[in-house]
T-cell receptor, first 112, second 117 residues
Framework: SQQGEEDPQALSIQEGENATMNCSYK?????LQWYRQNSGRGLVHLIL?????REKHSGRLRVTLDTSKKSSSLLITASRAADTASYFC????????????FGSGTQLTVLP | GAGVSQTPSNKVTEKGKYVELRCDPI?????LYWYRQSLGQGPEFLIY????????DSGLPNDRFFAVRPEGSVSTLKIQRTERGDSAVYLC???????????????FGPGTRLTVL
């Protein structure tokens, strides 16, 4: 079963613009992770935010977490055509990364 | 190799046939995971190995699905009497310790695309 739901399902922007994707989840979590998946390839881990953190940065990525609303957002600043991919949030209720529960993903298209 | 590898990359079979999907984890990783990803969806957990044993197989949909990891490295996902609904991309991931020492990043392979006709 899917734990999270990403919003929007698809997003198309121009190169240089910022892209914001949202994720909502259902149960309490220990941490939440974001992954990227290029077409025909496996998933690449982007960033992890723990339940006691509210915001985290990594390069052009900014992740926020609101545990009271059970939601997270991923912001990609100054987007590039190479950022075109599907983005998934994944929750880890146990905190052990033994079983990740993924959302349905946001398909991001960055137009050159 | 440097990453997780999976073979074959594509598998087409007929309904009712038996298939095996192989995963080679990153050398030294004790934990191995199988996920299934249907079109337009996120991956769904199937099974997790710690060493040679299946520590959590709660995601296997039914008894037609089985996975082994006899020597604690390579794993094989086996599907008996395949059905059209089994068509999906099967992803394998490995991690260093499976979270035994706290959070552990999972590294994913490119997947095997299974098509059941």
């Amino acid at each position: 079963s899917q734990q999270g739901e990403e919003d929007p399902q698809a997003l198309s922007i121009q190169e240089g613009e910022n892209a914001t994707m949202n994720c909502s989840y259902k149960t309490s979590i220990n941490n939440l992770q974001w992954y990227r998946q290029n077409s025909g390839r496996g998933l690449v881990h982007l960033i992890l935010i723990r339940s006691n953190e509210r915001e985290k940065h990594s390069g052009r990525l900014r992740v926020t977490l609101d545990t009271s609303k059970k939601s997270s957002s991923l912001l990609i600043t100054a987007s590039r055509a190479a950022d075109t991919a599907s983005y998934f949030c994944a929750t880890d209720p146990s905190g052990s990364a033994r079983q990740l529960t993924f959302g349905s993903g946001t398909q991001l298209t960055v137009l050159p | 190799g440097a990453g997780v590898s999976q073979t074959p990359s594509n598998k087409v079979t007929e309904k009712g046939k038996y298939v095996e999907l192989r995963c080679d984890p990153i050398s030294g990783h004790t934990a191995l995971y199988w996920y299934r990803q249907s079109l337009g969806q996120g991956p769904e957990f199937l099974i997790y190995f710690q060493g040679t044993g299946a520590a959590d197989d709660s995601g296997l949909p039914n008894d037609r699905f089985f996975a082994v990891r006899p020597e604690g490295s390579v794993s094989t996902l086996k599907i008996q009497r395949t059905e059209r609904g089994d068509s999906a991309v099967y992803l394998c991931a490995s991690s260093l310790s499976g979270g035994l020492a706290g959070y552990d990043e999972q590294f994913f392979g490119p997947g095997t695309r299974l098509t059941v006709l």
